[in-house]
């Protein structure tokens, strides 16, 4: 199925290299009649568009507002109009963190078609390229994705009321370059000083740079270029992990109610 | 880059649509020598793979124990070791709720090299089936991912502890059946009667049902067929959402501290 004409896709980029894109999002970004991207998606993808497709960057990089939110909305509604098959292509996701509620509510209230094809988020990649496990039988049975706070008092905010739940995997996508000022948050969190922490920047490209560490030692680190994401939690720390066998075993060991 | 001899890649099938997949799992899948998936992966995905390749289910669906999960790491140790190119194909994403950790400690313990393919996971096609924001700048800035809890207790536990963030995107992966007891669960984690709530089964495929409720009617309403998820929060309620220019339009009457 080829992009159709006078419908918008809001489409996920995934983490960078095409090919994490899905097969969905290639094909229609090959064959979109126009393809309008945030700052973040990379020149070898914008590479597949059409040669003689309209491609636009209309990202807001570092808040600079070159092109408004209202003036994005505009663009999907009139290139739709047009009779054109557009692109709306985002970095990861396109439904996290990725402002969809305000390009939804204007293409509805428009009357403009939309589809929505999801695509690989950026903790996926992360973690793949560290090869450690999101979630774990012993110790995470939860993920919780957030963001870091902008907040120039002296004392960070804590990333959560209250304390974080110790059997969670975190992510802080966009976590900045300030490693103290984000080790005083996940401590201010409640997050044990020696808690498996990792960074990645550019995850999922042949770019891919990553740090293991702890809460403790992170605040030492030298920062990882933009852009990258944060990961913190116990699941990370694959010396847990035991070959099945050896896990049956000491669970024998350890009698039924283990 | 085709499937390589003697190396195990840990993939991502995503939701379940063959158009859904990476285009590099796809060309993995059309390569390999050897394909040992889970339950939860459809035939439409398994058609992909090559005529003469091996191609076997190594699910545990329902806690049945066919394939212990020694046998599933000694078959991948072989296989590899016996030269083929090897895909362990897990629906979703391969590092969350999909055991990893054993599997990778395995391989790594056995020497084998492998390589982690990230997916597209169920929350991502369920809320682009909705068409719902999973974050949404004026309501949701985290999202957690967690499992419903088994128990037979007559009263349910929470799903967390102490009470969920109001400002959060809830997805529960295999939330069962018992939408009563669910809706208890999420009550007793501290979510308002009236907070959206949805379900959504097979999410990413042709055959995708979905419901739109309320943590308070959820109860009452049918349960739709495995494999399912539930999200909850103030971020899917996509009426909050307003096209860019009046919104601005109503921060400006606002005034400055809006």
Not at 144 to 150: S, Y
Not at 176 to 191: I, V
């Amino acid at each position: 199925m080829s992009a159709s004409r006078g419908k918008v896709y809001l489409t996920g980029a995934g983490p960078g290299d095409p090919d994490l894109l899905t097969v969905r999002a290639h094909r229609l970004l090959t064959t979109a009649d126009a393809v309008f991207h945030d700052d973040l998606v990379p020149p070898r993808i914008l590479e597949l568009c059409r040669p003689d497709a309209r491609v636009v960057s209309v990202g807001k990089r570092c808040g600079s507002k070159s092109v408004t939110q209202e003036q994005i909305n505009d663009l999907l509604i009139e290139s739709a109009r047009a009779g054109l098959s557009v692109v709306r292509l985002k970095s990861g996701d396109p439904l996290l963190y990725a402002r969809a509620s305000e390009e939804l509510a204007a293409l509805a209230h428009a009357g403009v078609p939309c589809e929505i094809v999801p695509g690989v988020s950026a903790v996926f990649a992360a973690a793949a390229d560290l090869q450690v496990p999101l979630t774990d039988r012993s110790s995470a049975s939860t993920l919780i994705l957030l963001t870091a706070h902008r907040s120039s008092a002296a004392t960070p905010p804590p990333l959560w009321q209250g304390d974080l739940p110790s059997d969670a995997t975190i992510a802080i996508y966009m976590p900045g370059s300030d490693y103290r000022r984000l080790q005083q948050s996940l401590l201010a969190s409640g997050l044990l000083p020696d808690t498996p922490c990792m960074v990645v920047s550019r995850a999922g490209t042949h770019e891919t740079l990553s740090l293991r560490t702890t809460v403790a030692a992170l605040g030492d680190r030298d920062p990882l270029p933009a852009p990258s994401i944060l990961l913190a939690g116990w699941a990370l720390d694959t010396r847990n992990a035991l070959p099945a066998g050896e896990l049956a075993s000491l669970l024998d060991a350890l009698g039924p109610d283990a």
